[in-house]
Structures are given as C-alpha cells and as structure tokens.
C-alpha cells in the first residue's frame, strides 16, 4: 500500500509564501501523474495543480504565476510553493498521487489534507 503524507501547511499573511510537500511512501513501483486540490469552506474540493511523472504541469487560473509545483522521482515527493497568497487560497490541501503496481494496476491515492490559512 502507498501512503502520502503532506507537511508545511499554516497560517499566513496576504502577500506571504509557504510550500507544502508530500511525499510517498509504502510499497511502492512507479508514481505517476502527482498535483494538489484545495477544498475551501463551503466550496467544492478544486484542482490547483498537477505535474506528470517527466514534469508536464498544469495550473488552476486561480493560481498561475504565483504557484509552482515540481516534483522529486527519487524521493516520490510533490511540492507546492505559493507565492503572492490571498485570503481566497484559504483552504485545506489535499496531495494526490496515481500510483501503479507491478502488475500495471493504478490507483488514485490521497493524502489527509493539510491547512493553509491565509490572514492577517
């Protein structure tokens, strides 16, 4: 079983910059397509942003120009840097993570989510 497990959320001012990691774990063959999805209160979970395995990414508008995601193949990891944060980026973010298994079966992993909460 492949386990993910995120770090470096918090609380931030409007203007500030954090980044989250996430990193994989367990039993693991290939990690493919890896991203991060927000749920804000009261809101739908949404995509924020994703990379493939040979580090094609792609953003949420929301996010384009102040966010970066990259990843690390040897250490099955995902970052997320935020940049230029508004209150609006308040939210829960949640790590995902395709995996494949040597027999070529895939599987959606998720992590447990961790807060970001952007204020004064």
């Known amino acids: 079983q492949v386990q993910l497990v995120e770090s470096g959320g918090g609380l931030v001012q409007p203007g500030g910059s954090l980044r989250l990691s996430c990193a994989a774990s367990?039993?693991?063959?290939?990690?493919?397509?890896m991203g991060w999805y927000r749920r804000a209160p009261g809101k739908q979970r949404e995509l924020v942003a994703t990379?493939?395995?040979?580090?094609?990414?792609n953003y949420a508008d929301s996010v384009k120009g102040r966010f970066t995601i990259s990843r690390d193949n040897a250490k099955n990891t995902v970052y997320l840097q935020m940049n230029s944060l508004k209150p609006e980026d308040t939210a829960v973010y949640y790590c995902?993570?395709?995996?494949?298994?040597?027999?070529?079966?895939?599987?959606?992993?998720w992590g447990q989510g961790t807060q970001l909460t952007v204020s004064s």
């Open positions: 995902f993570a395709g995996s494949m298994s040597l027999k070529g079966e895939i599987d959606g992993i």
């Open positions: 367990g039993v693991i063959f290939r990690i493919l397509d």
């Open positions: 990379v493939t395995r040979d580090g094609r990414t």
